[in-house]
Structure formats: structure tokens, C-alpha cells
């Protein structure tokens, strides 16, 4: 992970290791399988919603440091966002690992909070796809979809 900041690394290795809302909430009632073939991860993600907002998030699966922690964030960063909010905060984050330096949008600024400790893998393309993995499985959970999303 050269590139990456020390703190970064931190907060990856963090999730990494002790991945946060591991496991599905009993109560959700809906659900998506994410596969990304270049790596081998594999991701569930399950939510819950109530008044329009994710009111319980889990995941399951297995796969690289960067997908595991990019999962776990990312079930902390969601949580209690209404689906409007969540859609903006994915384009964000999107943004934050896939436009080149400099451009406007690319750059951490906080507004990401946690989430920006993903921010250096677009220097490795083949980590993007870790890195949104979850996002994506997550979005076709609230579309209801019940088919498996793949990164390719
Ligand atoms: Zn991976």
C-alpha cells in the first residue's frame, strides 16, 4: 500500500482487522451479493430501512484489506442516511477514488470523514474496484435488485 499515508493505513488496517457491522441485521429485509473477479472479493450486504433512512446495515464476505475496510467504513458512513443522501455521499466517495489528483472533487477535504483514508488507492487502478465494491453491492440492495453485481 505505498502511497498511502501512515494514518490512512491506520484507519484500513483498523477495519480491516475488527470490520464494523460484520454480520447481517436480522431485520433487514433487503439484500445484494458484490463479486469483484480481478481481486476475489466477495460481498453481502444487507440493510434494513425505516421512515426512508438506513436504520441497520451489515455485511458479510470475505476479501482484501482494502474491501474489507472499505465495507466497514462505509457501514458507519450510511447509517441513518436517508437513500438520497447515500447516493450522494457513493458519487463523493466515487469521485474521491477515481478522479485524478488535482481535479476538483478528488482531493480529501474532510467533508468524507473516515472514508477519505480510501482516497490513495486511485493511484492503483486495480484497487478502485475493491475499494467500490461494497458501495455498489449496497446501492443494488436499495434498488431491490436480487441479482449478484460483479465489478466487471
Ligand atoms: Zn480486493
Known amino acids: 500500500m505505498d502511497g498511502l499515508s501512515d494514518l490512512y493505513q491506520e484507519v484500513i488496517l483498523d477495519h480491516y482487522r475488527r470490520p464494523r457491522n460484520f454480520g447481517l441485521p436480522p431485520e433487514a ?3 445484494a451479493d458484490g463479486h469483484n473477479p480481478l481481486c476475489g472479493d466477495r460481498v453481502r450486504v ?5 421512515g426512508g433512512r438506513i436504520a441497520a ?3 458479510e464476505g470475505s476479501g482484501c484489506a482494502i474491501s474489507t475496510a ?14 438520497d ?3 450522494a455521499l457513493f458519487q463523493r466517495f466515487h469521485d474521491l477514488v477515481t478522479l485524478p489528483a488535482g481535479e476538483a472533487g478528488a482531493e ?5 470523514g473516515k472514508l477519505e483514508a480510501l482516497a490513495g488507492v486511485r493511484e492503483f487502478p486495480m484497487r ?5 465494491l461494497a458501495w455498489h453491492t449496497l446501492e443494488a440492495a436499495l434498488e431491490g435488485a436480487t441479482s449478484a453485481v460483479s465489478t466487471e
Do not use: N, W, Y
Not at 108 to 112: A, C, V
Open 108 to 112: 480529501p477535504d474532510g467533508s468524507l
Open 128 to 132: 478502485v474496484k475493491c475499494a467500490t
Open 46 to 50: 444487507a440493510v434494513h430501512l425505516d
Open 29 to 31: 429485509e433487503r439484500q
Open 85 to 87: 443522501e447515500v447516493h
Open 57 to 59: 446495515i451489515g455485511f
Open 70 to 83: 472499505s465495507a466497514s467504513l462505509m457501514t458507519e458512513a450510511v447509517r441513518g442516511r436517508t437513500l
